[in-house]
T-cell receptor, first 110, second 113 residues
Framework: EDQVTQSPEALRLQEGESSSLNCSYT??????LFWYRQDPGKGPEFLFT???AGEEKEKERLKATLTKKESFLHITAPKPEDSATYLC???????????FGQGTELSVKP | DTEVTQTPKHLVMGMTNKKSLKCEQH?????MYWYKQKAKKPPELMFV???????INESVPSRFSPECPNSSLLNLHLHALQPEDSALYLC????????????FGQGTRLTVV
């Protein structure tokens, strides 16, 4: 069964404490993996697209990496404003269907 | 500019009402989507339009009726909704239907009373 699993479900960090979020997937024919950030009551904000194993993308304190079975979102020296739910989603062989993971709720305390 | 605009931001409607949600993008994207999101859950795909034609309908009840009048606009017509339909409704667009990132609007918070 095609599935996207994110871990942990919730993560509490102190400001400056680096960590990683995980997104593992079991889909046939991955065509693209996407990371989004979502604030409460708002729409998801696009962060990164990854297409092939070994690919890496960076933006400010965030770095996304992709292997054949999972993706990581590394957060370096997070700040309170990084607090949000982070969603990963995959396109697989059947175009047009984004499968979302359940999300990781990140809280960064000052 | 990666803006997708949704109106209204909030909507309260009775179970016998008819209302419409609107979505607009001016990025030249040819694929547009409707998603439904319940609290603490990920977005669930409802409909996909590609080049103004309905390409995917995820077995959504007929009380939800999508419409794509042109390449920039997407509507979702609502009729005889149930309280369990209360949710955040998200519109998104992407360059094409295949494997490109989707950009989301801020959503319409719908409450059915």
């Amino acid at each position: 069964e095609d599935q996207v699993t994110q871990s942990p479900e919730a993560l509490r960090l102190q400001e400056g404490e680096s960590s990683s979020l995980n997104c593992s997937y079991t889909v046939s024919g991955l065509r693209g993996l996407f990371w989004y950030r979502q604030d409460p009551g708002k729409g998801p904000e696009f962060l990164f697209t990854l297409y092939s194993a070994g690919e890496e993308k960076e933006k400010e304190r965030l770095k996304a990496t992709l292997t054949k079975k999972e993706s990581f979102l590394h957060i370096t020296a997070p700040k309170p404003e990084d607090s949000a739910t982070y969603l990963c989603a995959v396109f697989y062989n059947q175009g047009g269907k984004l499968i979302f993971g359940q999300g990781t709720e990140l809280s960064v305390k000052p | 500019d990666t803006e997708v605009t949704q109106t209204p931001k909030h909507l309260v409607m009775g179970m016998t009402n008819k209302k419409s949600l609107k979505c607009e993008q001016h990025m030249g994207h040819r694929a547009m989507y409707w998603y439904k999101q319940k609290a603490k859950k990920p977005p669930e795909l409802m409909f996909v339009y590609s080049y103004e034609k309905l390409s995917i309908n995820e077995s959504v009840p007929s009380r939800f009726s999508p419409e794509c009048p042109n390449s920039s606009l997407l509507n979702l017509h609502l009729h005889a909704l149930q309280p369990e339909d209360s949710a955040l409704y998200l519109c998104a667009s992407s360059q094409s239907w295949t494997y490109t990132e989707a950009f989301f609007g801020q959503g319409t918070r719908l409450t059915v009373v």
